[in-house]
């Protein structure tokens, strides 16, 4: 089993920068892809941005495209997301999650795809 955990959320203003990391352990050896996912109440969860484990291929959603960044932490066996320029519609609990299948990252940006999830953090952005 692998457990991935996240943190970083918080209360920012719009234009302001946020890094949102997640830890995976247990059985890491498993890991193809990890991604991240956002999600408001309400609505359904919502694909941000996904990356090989070893840290190739990023795929994003064109809502942050040239706005965010994910990336590996190879130190810690994280994968962060850095976040510029951040929006009030960025605004939502984040999730983070671990895939175990081999699939193109195309794939990646399908929820169900994914085996393992974190508990989320929450991001807000005010006006």
């Known amino acids: 089993q692998v457990q991935v955990a996240e943190s970083g959320g918080g209360l920012v203003q719009a234009g302001d920068s946020l890094r949102l990391s997640c830890a995976a352990s247990?059985?890491?050896?498993?890991?193809?892809?990890m991604g991240w996912f956002r999600q408001v109440p309400g609505k359904e969860r919502e694909f941000v941005a996904a990356i090989g484990w070893s840290g190739e291929n990023p795929v994003y959603a064109e809502s942050v495209k040239g706005r965010f960044t994910i990336s590996r932490d190879n130190a810690e066996n994280a994968v962060l997301l850095q976040m510029n320029s951040l929006k009030p519609g960025d605004t939502g609990v984040y999730y983070c999650?671990?895939?175990?299948?081999?699939?193109?990252?195309?794939?990646?940006?399908?929820?169900?795809?994914?085996?393992?999830w974190g508990q989320g953090t929450q991001v807000t952005v005010s006006s």
């Open positions: 999650a671990a895939g175990r299948t081999q699939l193109t990252m195309d794939f990646y940006t399908e929820a169900h795809w994914f085996n393992f």
């Open positions: 247990g059985w890491t050896a498993i890991i193809y892809a």
